[in-house]
């Protein structure tokens, strides 16, 4: 599911992300502080569901709706306000639903399960990495399950590496922590390393993986992951990152902070 999110308080907007993530982690989502962004955006990514602040500075979010229909028909527009005056408007542009702040992920939730047009699943899948928050590989709303629990640390690395190639001796260490006992770890690298090619190609990214004689890559620009696209600048409005990147990996933290300076 694909899902806009506007509001063009920087707080506000972030506080909403985050709760539509909690209440559907699976969907990709992308948030706008400009509402002439989000309009450009969705005229080339067709989004299934809008959440819309309405009193903006610039297009107020009843316009803004207006304009999202005129590309899209079909979408779910849900506006989250502070006010209930516009509700009139909102029923009048047959609004699929309305949620008065503050927003919570149960409010979120609510909506998300009773949408005026139901979302139909996706005929064309992807590939899809999340950095942000907790990692997480994504193949259309479903996750991608590896043979061996390290291939997926092994590709978050990779990914956090963008595009550099690691040698196996600098992978080993990484996954498991230099413990002194490389011997042993030497032909599970090569079954994830495997893994991890192979899981790849069935998914249909076969050539997102660099490899030379002991060394392995992600090719960045063959793989959809918000890191990469926060990198090249492509987030409009807000970037996905918001404090928090491969939470469950120690090493990430250096990454982590460098990111935070970034934001500052």
Same mark, same amino acid.
């Given at each position: 599911m694909r899902i806009l999110?506007?509001?063009?308080?920087?707080?506000?907007?972030?506080?909403?992300?985050?709760?539509?993530?909690?209440?559907?982690?699976? *969907?990709? =989502?992308?948030? !706008?502080?400009?509402?002439? &962004?989000?309009?450009? !955006? *969705?005229?080339?990514?067709?989004?299934? =569901?809008?959440?819309?602040?309405?009193?903006?500075r610039s297009v107020n979010g009843i316009e803004? *709706?207006?304009?999202?229909?005129?590309?899209?028909?079909?979408?779910?527009?849900? !506006?989250?306000?502070?006010?209930d005056e516009y509700m009139s408007q909102a029923f009048a542009l047959r609004a699929s639903g309305y949620v008065m702040?503050?927003?919570?992920?149960?409010?979120?939730?609510t909506e998300l399960e009773n949408l005026r047009n139901p979302v139909t699943a996706q005929t064309e899948k992807e590939l899809r990495i999340q950095a942000f928050g907790n990692f997480e590989v994504f193949y259309? &709303? &479903?996750?991608?399950? !590896?043979?061996?629990?390290?291939?997926?640390?092994?590709?978050?690395?990779?990914?956090?590496?963008n595009g550099a190639l690691c040698t196996n001796g600098e992978l080993e260490g990484v996954l498991w922590e230099d413990d002194g006992k490389q011997k042993n770890h030497v032909s599970y690298l090569k079954n994830i390393r495997k893994d991890l090619i192979y899981t790849l190609e069935q998914y249909g990214c076969k050539d997102a993986v660099s490899r030379q004689r002991g060394m392995l890559g992600i090719i960045p620009n063959k793989i959809r992951c918000?890191?990469?696209?926060?990198?090249?600048?492509?987030?409009?409005g807000i970037n996905a990152y918001r404090g928090e990147y491969m939470n469950q990996y120690t090493w990430s933290e250096f990454t982590n902070g460098r990111l935070e300076k970034e934001e500052d």
């Open positions: 999110a506007v509001d063009d308080e920087k707080i506000a907007l972030e506080g909403l992300v985050d709760a539509i993530r909690d209440a559907m982690p699976t *969907a990709a =989502v992308s948030g !706008f502080r400009d509402a002439k &962004e989000a309009i450009q !955006f *969705a005229g080339g990514n067709a989004c299934d =569901v809008a959440f819309l602040d309405i009193e903006m803004l *709706a207006r304009r999202l229909k005129i590309q899209n028909p079909k979408v779910n527009i849900v !506006f989250t306000t502070g006010y702040k503050p927003v919570t992920t149960e409010k979120i939730r259309g &709303e &479903e996750p991608v399950k !590896f043979q061996y629990s390290k291939t997926k640390e092994l590709l978050a690395y990779l990914v956090d590496r918000d890191y990469f696209d926060w990198i090249d600048g492509k987030s409009s």
